[in-house]
């Protein structure tokens, strides 16, 4: 009977160390799944405190993550209650029957403003940007400065109305510079208002507003002419630049006042030749086969007296082996020695002829009733037909294709 009592003894002290073992597992077991961490692919719904607490650590990891590259859009707390439409297809945010959280008294740091609150997507700040103006920062090799201006016309009382903004990155003799600009509405070279001078800057901030009286039937044959000019110690005037501006390139209303910026160019200080001079672009796509003139400006020309009203135009040809092939003209402008014309022409011409071809440029002058008269002319080619300045032009044309390659050439008369 004792060895039975202590058998029945050993046998129930082990169940009860295996009860006891199983039931410490099944609780550890319990223990780790309540800490665990399981990602969140279903809806969510917020049930709980547990829910709660899950959904505060997926906000806090989901915004330290996205930090770096983007801003969360949120949900605050104090929302939490409202019922919210699909975001996505895999997101959804509801709250049946919390409460409303109340937000703790006293300072809080900004993270902690974000506990409980639920991330629905991120904002790209790149997005929202204004586009960067790059007049102000690309400035090519060379640039001596730039001008910003803007022009408006009233048509009722025929007023040209230019403001005069600004200028940048001036590059004077001296290292101080004290900038004024003068202001011409071509042809009538013997008037212009002027600017007050701003001392000691690089880049004067103008914004002054100036008047000019013209109809609108010559509006358009105009052309606004800026000159920078640096005032030195002893009272001397030096030009820095100038910008020539025609306005028929521009579409003139009282409703559309129109700001425009332009690159200083150097005035061509050389004297003009005997017939005047002209200053012209070539360029050559060679993939589409298209040369491109730019006739932008004569000076100097030797107007006939005999036809003072008389409009001076440019006649742009095509020649092939001295076969004409095209020809094109621009605007007549009238009574002026010195016109601004702005205006392009394009040409059919094969890479193979470029050997063969030549553009000649002549000015004339028209006279009503006869014959337009000759004031010059100036032909570019290949070596077959040019040399010197002319030649050059050409060539630097065909070693530089798609850019604009800008020359004055001297006129001749010869026919």
């Given at each position: ?54 959904d ?9 993550s ?67 103006d ?13 001008l ?57 901030q ?38 020539i ?58 107007l ?11 006649k ?21 020695p ?31 009733g ?43 008369h010869?026919t």
């Open positions: 009977e004792q060895a039975v009592a202590v058998a029945g003894g050993i046998i129930g002290g082990i169940l009860l160390f295996v009860l006891l073992g199983i039931t410490v597992y099944l609780l550890w077991k319990k223990f780790c799944r309540l800490f665990s961490y399981e990602k969140l692919i279903n809806p969510v719904k917020t049930t709980n405190e547990n829910a709660i607490f899950q505060q650590a997926n906000s806090e990891i989901l915004l330290k996205a930090r770096s590259r983007s801003v969360p859009f949120i949900i605050p707390p104090t929302l939490h209650g409202r019922d919210w439409s699909h975001l996505t297809n895999e997101e959804q945010v509801q709250a049946d029957s919390d409460p409303y959280m109340t937000p703790q008294s006293g300072p809080r740091s900004s993270f902690h403003s974000l506990a409980g609150a639920y991330v629905v997507g991120t904002i790209n700040p790149d997005l929202y940007k204004f586009p960067e790059k007049s102000e920062t690309d400035f090519p090799d060379g640039n001596i400065g730039r910003w201006f803007s022009i408006e016309y009233e048509q009722e009382s025929e007023r040209l109305l230019v403001s005069l903004i600004k200028v940048r990155k001036l590059q004077p003799p001296a290292d101080s510079c004290s900038p004024f600009v003068k202001i011409y509405l071509l042809p009538d070279e013997r008037s212009y208002l002027q600017s007050k001078t701003k001392c000691k800057t690089l880049n004067p103008f914004d002054e507003n100036f008047v000019f009286q013209v109809s609108s039937k010559m509006l358009l044959q105009r052309t606004l002419k800026f000159l920078v000019y640096h005032v030195d110690k002893q009272k001397k005037h030096h030009l820095l630049g100038q910008v501006f025609p306005l028929k390139s521009e579409v003139l209303t009282e409703d559309n006042k129109l700001v425009i910026w332009r690159d200083l160019e150097k005035e061509n200080l050389e004297p003009p030749s005997e017939y005047g001079d002209i200053q012209f672009s070539l360029s050559y796509n060679d993939y589409l086969g298209r040369l491109t003139v730019v006739v932008l400006r004569a000076r100097g020309l030797k006939q007296e005999e036809s003072p009203a008389g409009g001076v135009y440019v742009v040809s095509l020649m092939n082996y001295n076969k004409f092939i095209k020809s094109k003209k621009t605007a007549a402008l009238l009574g002026t010195n016109p601004v014309y702005n205006e392009t022409f394009s040409f059919k011409a094969d890479q193979t002829e470029l050997d063969t071809a030549s553009l000649s440029l002549s000015v004339l002058q028209s006279n009503k006869e014959k337009a008269l000759l004031l010059g002319r100036v032909v570019v080619g290949p070596f077959m037909y040019t040399r010197g300045k002319e030649l050059e032009h050409w060539n630097e044309m065909i070693s530089k294709p798609k850019e604009l390659v800008k020359r004055w050439h001297a006129l001749c010869s």
